[in-house]
């Protein structure tokens, strides 16, 4: 086991919308911590998982961050809510913008519809992901 197992635990949050589930987790991938939105997610992230996904980033500071909207048909406000805090979190002071797994097209309409695209870099998987990083911090 892991040391950081119990924090990524923690660090989810799944529901069902209009008969459909979907979980908002923090996974450790190769390329870093990832940020998994997984089927339609609608709601609000409960103060609880955002507080251990904080926990989860915090414990584990040296290794990138980005999301995976891949599998993620739907975002609502709350999830909306939860990406920007993750955001926040991952990036302080506006230090660049945070990479993003093949949004599914529907998600990325709604972040261009609220001017919040340009927080993303899109790229197509984890490999593209562990390269950019690479290049980022030459």
Avoid: K
């Amino acid at each position: 086991m892991n040391a950081h197992d119990p924090l990524l635990a923690a660090a989810r949050h799944g529901g069902l919308h209009q008969g459909q589930p979907y979980e908002v987790r923090l996974e450790r991938r190769s390329p870093g911590l990832c940020l998994v939105f997984q089927g339609p997610v609608p709601a609000a992230v409960p103060a609880s998982a955002m507080t251990a996904i904080q926990r989860a980033v915090q414990g584990m500071p040296g290794l990138r961050a980005y999301a995976d909207l891949s599998q993620c048909s739907y975002l609502g406000s709350g999830a909306i809510a939860c990406l920007m805090e993750f955001l926040r979190l991952v990036s302080p002071r506006g230090a660049g913008p945070v990479a993003m797994v093949n949004p599914h097209a529907r998600a990325m309409t709604v972040l261009r519809m609220l001017g919040l695209s340009n927080f993303f870099v899109s790229l197509p998987d984890d490999d593209a992901v562990l390269r950019w990083h690479a290049e980022q911090h030459r």
